[in-house]
């Protein structure tokens, strides 16, 4: 069954309104809130997922200004997401030398998007890290990439995209998530627990497999390529500077 993102009509995210709706959030960015929410929530899941559900996340304003965090539990709950929290990710998109872009397949074991194709490398970006620190953790975490074969100033940041997308009647995503590029070749030790599989694929490949309608993608990375990846793609080598750092939050 396809994952499919929606649209409703709410009221703007700005502090005020998220202070009001969750006031358990930790607004000095330090450490995970205690926020309020059903001790069986997590009841039958993974135990190394439930105990990653206690990482923190940056919470945030609709203008991606951070207002405070929360625990990645809190976050994802649908009766939290759709009262407008909203948290900061990202999205890495590593290519080897021959352009080629490695995609992983989540493991079954994950709460969110269970066993589902999507990008390089995905997470909450936490409080106490930069962006690109968290990446580079994450990527040692779920795939074995040591961060010598990745270094901080080899993460290019091209733009920030806003999506809400439910997994099932509990769990979803609401993120501001930051897309970074990436050109490496790298040894893979995955980490079964996060990613089941993995794969190098051209452009013409991940074309193909998106016209398998057996096939189902996480719906950040759906969006990401029925935008901009494949003309990002193409810049890869050269050309790539003009789409760098983009300031506009796009609001998918």
């Not at 809130?33 to 001790?39: F, K």
């Not at 951070?66 to 625990?71: C, E, H, T, Y």
């Not at 620190?133 to 100033?153: C, F, M, S, T, Y």
């Amino acid at each position: 069954m396809s994952a499919t993102t929606t649209t409703t009509q709410r009221a703007p995210i700005t502090a005020d309104n998220i202070i009001r709706l969750f006031p358990d959030i930790d607004t000095r960015l330090a450490a995970p809130a205690r926020t309020t929410t059903g001790e069986n929530d997590l009841e039958g899941y993974d135990e190394e997922q439930i105990r990653l559900m206690d990482e923190v996340c940056i919470v945030l304003d609709d203008n991606d200004v951070p207002v405070g965090s929360a625990s990645k539990k809190a976050c994802h709950l649908m009766k939290n997401i759709d009262q407008g929290l909203l948290h900061r990710a990202f999205s890495v998109f590593l290519f080897d030398s021959k352009n080629r872009l490695l995609l992983q397949q989540r493991a079954d074991e994950k709460i969110t998007f269970p066993g589902i194709p999507g990008e390089t490398g995905a997470e909450l970006a936490a409080a106490v890290r930069g962006v690109r620190n968290a990446a580079q953790r994450k990527l040692d975490h779920e795939l074995g990439i040591k961060p010598v074969q990745v270094p901080l100033n080899a993460f290019d940041f091209l733009t920030r995209i806003h999506y809400k997308a439910p997994s099932d009647g509990k769990w979803g995503e609401h993120e501001i998530d930051y897309i970074l590029f990436i050109k490496a070749d790298v040894d893979l030790d995955v980490n079964p627990n996060e990613a089941q599989a993995t794969r190098y694929v051209s452009q013409e490949d991940l074309k193909t497999m998106f016209k398998d309608g057996a096939l189902t993608f996480t719906p950040w990375f759906k969006l990401i390529c029925e935008s901009m990846l494949f003309e990002w793609w193409d810049h890869l080598d050269t050309g790539l500077e003009k789409y760098k750092g983009e300031t506009e939050i796009r609001r998918m």
